[in-house]
């Protein structure tokens, strides 16, 4: 469980995140829009300790992100590229992680084998370092690298953007088979409002870094969120 | 047009991010050009009065004779130093400019280089006294004078052509090694045949086209390669190569070490920038010769020893160790998310420059054949890096927050933010302080024992290995925000 406790962060005197209170529950696919400058990377970052909120702090399973480490062998994420190690091969920056994670090499080869699928033979055996991959290729190495060591808390940054149509698909259906697993809690970003209303059981909208909605998703949740950003 | 562009120079300049904390590099740096101003004029009095007086040769004759050497270091100094032309030109070539006003304003940036104007600090003092104290006739010192600038300029833009082709230094940088050693030793030399050229500027009037006709030539084939590959596939692209994964998997017996270990041998063999620092420990290797062959007078003091030898063991360790842990910049919000144990990390790079040390050292041993004494100084500076400065070196790196391009390697020498007070202090164990432990014990009792208090520091220096491990990884803890921030702003 992930709970948030009275969170801003403020550059130079701009608050970008402004949150009460927000409780996301174990288990839970939890799905984050907003327009950019909404405050979802800086949100994710700060679930991450990336960045020091100004106030307020966030706690993961009863501990507080920034003054224990112990959540980082629960979690992984990816949210840009500064999560790639551009010199390593997809194969190498596998296993990387999954020594951080302490899988070794057959437990990473057994994972991938599932999502050869998901790859379409663009990214293991390519005979080039990550930096030289497409975009949308490094995309699909992180998200699966975020899988890596059976993470109870994942957290995906604009996980469809840059995705070719076959692949958005593919990873829809990941993501609704990691959220079937009660141990696992799913965060996602998009600004695709289709995408996300189809893998989320929840949704909450953030508009210049505070909630201003907070959905169970159902069949009505797509209008109403085209309504809303269509003010 | 020229309007724009100086427009965005100015505001690239101003703006970049590490220019703000960058005062005090500023300072440094205006510190080092003056200094070598003052040196280059009293450089170009000095070396008149001293060929004219001192050694009675026409001070001209000497210079001529060595100019080719001139040339040489400047163009050695060019390659290792000059940034290269560049200005952020992929979001131009869309808009209306003209190719070739691109890359002539490029090339224009580099013309007012402090490379090119150097050298008239040392030839203009130099010419006036050719003419004012020596009768030389002006017209024909002038031309001497057009003619060396034509050549400066030729090199300024050899430079840029050489610094697009991976090999051709090597290939220059060998021949003119080659040639300066048969002069050293006496077999052949390479300045009567140059000297007479040099010579002819100043005799020969039209000799003066030959020169300039060089300049002319290396400013055209650069321009025509660098308008030529203005293109997103060609020289604006990152080139890449087929690459296979390795594995590495015989460091496994470093135990959890070899996760990072494993990472940081990849980190130097497929990175231009890393790559450079095992290039720059390898010069380094070199660098005693300038004290044990005797060949700078100033450099004989004893103590002199113990600082040659600490840069000869320890090139790789102080050049690499100074950027843990900005080598990992590029991907360190993924470090700094998983759960990673600093110790291990740390002696990761810890263990890396042990090995390069040990390698080093053996390597060393060619200097041997001044003695044996010589290669106990040798080894004793290879215990103090290992024991002391690979831990303060590592410590000292825990400050520096500059992101690198690990790319590129044009910046290795001029990284803005790597000079910082901290830094500077940390710097001063790692030279004066063997310096100092050896005068003691040299002067005090004898050469032995001074070699002796030396080791012992860096035995002891064992003893608090995790005394300051601890103090790195908290500073990594308390300063990890700031440095995530820093490294995320590229240039």
Redesign the interface.
């Given at each position: 469980m992930i709970a948030v406790q009275n969170l801003t962060k403020t550059y130079t005197g701009k608050t970008v995140l402004n949150i009460d209170h927000l409780e996301i529950q174990k288990g839970n696919s939890f799905g984050l829009v907003g327009n950019n400058g909404a405050g979802k990377t800086t949100l994710f970052s700060a679930l991450l300790d990336l960045i020091r909120p100004t106030t307020g702090h966030i706690e993961s399973n009863g501990i507080k992100v920034n003054e224990s480490e112990e959540w980082k062998s629960r979690t992984s994420a990816f949210i840009d590229e500064t999560f790639l190690i551009g010199y390593l091969t997809a194969e190498e920056y596998f296993y990387f992680i999954g020594e951080l994670r302490g899988q070794n090499k057959a437990d990473v080869d057994t994972l991938l084998s599932g999502f050869e699928d998901f790859f379409h033979g663009e990214i293991l055996g390519q005979k080039k370092y990550l930096r030289d991959l497409s975009k949308g290729n490094q995309k699909k190495v992180g998200i699966i690298a975020a899988l890596i060591g059976n993470p109870e808390v994942i957290v995906l940054d604009e996980p469809f953007a840059n995705l070719d149509p076959t692949t958005q698909i593919r990873l829809k259906k990941i993501i609704k088979d990691l959220a079937t697993n009660p141990e696992v809690t799913v965060l996602v970003s998009s600004h695709d409002l289709m995408h996300v209303t189809e893998v989320c059981e929840r949704i909450v909208v953030l508009d210049k870094g505070e909630v201003v909605k907070d959905i169970a998703t159902s069949q009505e949740t797509l209008k109403e969120l085209e309504e809303h950003f269509n003010k | 047009m020229l309007k724009h562009f100086i427009t965005l120079q100015w505001k690239s300049f101003w703006r970049s991010a590490s220019l703000t904390s960058g005062l005090f590099m500023k300072l440094f740096m205006g510190f080092w050009a003056i200094w070598l101003i003052i040196m280059m004029g009293s450089g170009g009095v000095g070396a008149f009065f001293f060929f004219k007086e001192e050694l009675g040769l026409d001070p001209l004759e000497v210079i001529n004779r060595f100019l080719i050497y001139w040339l040489v270091v400047d163009l050695i100094f060019r390659y290792a130093l000059q940034k290269m032309p560049v200005i952020n030109i992929t979001p131009l070539l869309l808009l209306p400019f003209n190719k070739n006003k691109i890359v002539s304003f490029a090339f224009g940036k580099t013309v007012f280089s402090f490379f090119n104007i150097v050298h008239a600090f040392f030839f203009i003092p130099f010419s006036v006294l050719l003419v004012a104290k020596a009768d030389y006739p002006a017209i024909n010192v002038l031309l001497w004078n057009l003619g060396l600038i034509a050549l400066v300029y030729s090199n300024n833009f050899l430079n840029i052509i050489l610094n697009k082709k991976d090999n051709l230094i090597f290939f220059i940088g060998g021949i003119m090694a080659i040639l300066g050693a048969l002069h050293y030793f006496g077999y052949f030399d390479v300045t009567t045949y140059t000297a007479p050229f040099f010579q002819g500027l100043y005799n020969t009037p039209f000799l003066i086209l030959i020169p300039i006709a060089i300049a002319l030539f290396l400013i055209f084939i650069s321009f025509r390669s660098f308008t030529k590959d203005l293109y997103l596939d060609a020289g604006l692209a990152?080139k890449?190569k087929?690459?296979?994964?390795?594995n590495l998997d015989w460091l496994d017996r470093f135990g959890k070490t070899a996760?990072f270990l494993?990472?940081d041998i990849?980190?130097i063999k497929?990175?231009k920038r890393a790559r450079s620092t095992v290039m720059v420990s390898i010069l380094f290797l070199f660098y005693g010769l300038l004290f044990f062959t005797g060949s700078v007078e100033a450099y004989d003091g004893p103590v002199w020893r113990i600082f040659a030898a600490i840069f000869v063991t320890g090139g790789f360790l102080l050049s690499f160790g100074q950027f843990v842990p900005s080598w990992d910049s590029?991907?360190?919000?993924?470090m700094?998310?998983?759960?990673?144990k600093y110790k291990e990390y740390l002696s990761s790079k810890w263990w890396l420059m042990v090995i390069a040390t040990l390698i080093s050292t053996v390597l060393a041993s060619g200097y041997l054949y001044f003695g044996w004494e010589v290669y106990v100084a040798i080894l004793v500076a290879s215990v103090y890096n290992i024991g002391v400065n690979s831990h303060v070196v590592l410590w000292a790196g825990a400050y520096v927050k500059t992101p690198i391009d690990?790319?590129s390697n044009k910046r290795a020498f001029g990284d803005k933010q790597s000079f910082n007070t901290k830094t500077l202090l940390l710097s001063l164990p790692k030279m004066a302080l063997p310096m100092i432990l050896y005068a003691i014990g040299h002067y005090a009792y004898s050469p032995y024992a001074g070699y002796a208090l030396v080791a012992l520091a860096g035995v002891a220096g064992f003893a608090f290995k995790d005394k300051v491990f601890d103090i790195i990884e908290s500073i990594y803890k308390s300063e990890?925000?700031k440095t995530?921030?820093a490294?995320?702003q590229k240039n």
């Open positions: - | 990152a890449s087929d690459v296979k994964t390795e996760t494993k990472n990849k980190l497929r990175n590029s991907y360190y919000p993924l700094m998310s998983q759960n990673i690990l790319t990890k925000y995530i921030s490294y995320k």
